[in-house]
């Protein structure tokens, strides 16, 4: 099969890896992939079997309805991949400090706050009945409660080769990771992990990872931390930090966001913090520290295997597959 994955925002952080990703796992599947970043009268053929369409900003709305209405008018099977919740965000979940999720209400949407934007608007509105793929369950429940008909959950897939455990020697200080990659402070947790610095003991290390870490380096990150924090304060459509610090043997502990509460289990391989609060956090690092060298290898185990057949490239690829079948079936 031939795939062209349409990403017009290019330099954002995890829409980017997710569209390599996928790429990489088509190919090794021994299907043709492109990936194009450009309009629509710039690409040679459209001759695919299926287009993904992934996000957009409104600088280059125009140019995403554009090559839309190109896939229609020529018959072109499509799908669009949903990486945030556009002008949905009435609809989106937003972890308050001791509260847990609280549902923002439309009445009092704080455009500021929610990020909303009235140039997706009218994409929005035009693409109700197309084949919508979005990553998480409570994803899926958000954009059927928006209007949406046609909805498919495909998680993300990484590389399971790349991030992959490496044996690194454990000493008697607990190695906590917190890494965030696009900046938002107000949104990403930052305020949550510096309060974790300030109140960790002697016993507890703190590393952080900015987004001038190459990709390349994370997995030894992960790898060289007992437990790797995911602290964002709003509702993530997925959080690629997740998986990729099981898939290196590392526990997880996360707010109940994202994919984080479809695959984090209490004790297992990490632990999910449902209030929100950093004291809470805490009181999870210090459970992982008081644990034992025999049980803390039970976790990271049980971590690099919570991941390695749902969320490789491989298992997403197969996925789209089977949605490229399904979808040239009713087009």
Known sequence: MRFLQVHLSMHRGGAHSAVRYLKNGLMSLGHHCDISSDRPDRIPSLD????????????????????????????????????????????????????????????RCDIRR???????????????????????????????????????????????????????????????????????????????????????????????????????????????ADVTLFLSLWEETFGLTVIESLACGTPVISYPIGIAPEIIENGVNGFLVRDSNPRTVMSHIETIMGMTSDARGEMRFNSRKSVESRFSTRAEAERYISLARIIRGVT
């Not at 995403?64 to 949903?82: A, E, K, W």
């Not at 979005?134 to 990484?158: N, Q, Y």
């Not at 987004?211 to 390349?216: L, Q, V, W």
Request: charged share 25%; hydrophobic share 35%.
């Open 114 to 224: 929610c990020g909303w934007n009235g140039a997706k608007q009218p994409i929005i509105e035009g693409i109700r009945d197309e084949h919508i793929v979005c990553f998480t369950d409570v994803a899926a429940r958000i954009f059927r409660d928006g209007g949406f008909s046609r909805i498919h959950v495909i998680p993300h897939g990484i590389d399971t080769s790349l991030f992959s455990p490496f044996d690194t020697p454990r000493g008697d200080v607990l190695k906590v990771f917190f890494t965030n990659a696009w900046g938002k402070k107000d949104i990403k947790g930052y305020r949550h992990w510096e309060w974790v610095k300030k109140n960790a003991s002697g016993g507890i290390y703190c590393v952080q990872a900015m987004g001038s870490t190459r990709i390349e380096d994370m997995p030894n990150l992960y790898s060289a």
């Open 48 to 107: 695919y079997d299926l287009v993904i369409f992934h996000s957009f900003s409104p600088e280059n709305a125009k140019t995403y309805s554009d090559f839309l209405d190109t896939c229609r008018r020529n018959g072109i099977p499509r799908v669009i991949v949903m990486h945030d919740y556009w002008s949905l965000c009435h609809q989106t979940n937003m972890v308050m400090v001791g509260k847990g999720l609280v549902r923002c209400e439309e009445d």
